[in-house]
């Protein structure tokens, strides 16, 4: 990051880093160079500009979150169409189940966001998707975060790199069919809180998002003011406790 934030007030002439290039260092290196060629066609941003808002005020809220610094909808790198960075405040070194439940419910604030503005979804969505599944499975199979699976590693984290299509224990295929179930239900759950939270606060989604798409980039004390009139719905914090929401999640758990 440094390197680049050299780079980049050499490129000006200074003779000393500035924040401004430090700022711009950060990003490159999260997301990406600008792509300001890359042109969205006017319902495109529409998309993109609900989807990031709707990932910063569903981090807003989540405990231990990284701090939502700032929203964009410039394209960065090879397929961001837009971000939303959050930096850390302090080291961490460890995360306790509330915080991963958060981290998922985040990463699934964009498309759920689609789903309560447009009532469908774009393929915006996959990376996020494809990494909440990934920390869903780790609490199930890695970090014995599970109530039903209990303390027991299904995951052979150290050998993955000497056999990995052994990566996961020999299981029956009951057990396995069991790992999938609670990954999904860790997933409907997270997704389930999202929407609440959007739904609860969509006339705040839908104000941030129109002065995005006006902008381009929402960030600093206007995008704090912004967030601090976020409101989390009554079953958040259940939630967040003991991974169930209501009914629902009895549900998904035993079908």
Do not use: C
């Amino acid at each position: 990051m440094i390197n680049e934030s050299a780079l980049l007030a050499a490129r000006k002439n200074q003779t000393a880093i500035k924040m401004a290039d430090l700022n711009e260092a950060i990003e490159r290196v999260i997301a990406g160079l600008e792509r300001k060629s890359r042109v969205l066609n006017p319902l495109e941003r529409k998309i993109v500009s609900y989807h990031e808002v709707g990932h910063a005020i569903v981090g807003y809220l989540m405990p231990g979150s990284n701090r939502v610094e700032k929203i964009s909808i410039v394209p960065r790198g090879v397929g961001a169409l837009g971000y939303t960075l959050q930096l850390p405040e302090e080291d961490r070194f460890l995360m306790a189940e509330d915080e991963i439940r958060g981290r998922i419910a985040t990463l699934l604030g964009g498309r759920s966001s689609e789903e309560v503005i447009f009532g469908k979804v774009s393929t915006g969505a996959s990376d996020d998707i494809q990494k909440a599944t990934d920390m869903a499975e780790r609490m199930v199979t890695i970090y014995g975060m599970n109530s039903k699976l209990g303390p027991v590693a299904f995951e052979r984290v150290q050998q993955q790199f000497l056999n990995p299509s052994s990566a996961r224990r020999p299981i029956s295929p009951e057990l396995t069919a069991l790992i999938d179930r609670e990954v999904q239900r860790i997933i409907d759950a997270a997704h389930q809180i999202a929407q609440s939270v959007l739904s609860l606060n969509r006339e705040l989604l839908e104000e941030v998002a129109q002065k995005l798409l006006q902008d381009e980039v929402v960030e600093g004390e206007n995008l704090q003011q912004y967030l601090k009139r976020a409101q989390a719905p009554a079953e958040m914090a259940e939630w967040l406790r003991s991974g169930q929401v209501g009914l629902a999640d009895v549900h998904v758990a035993e079908a």
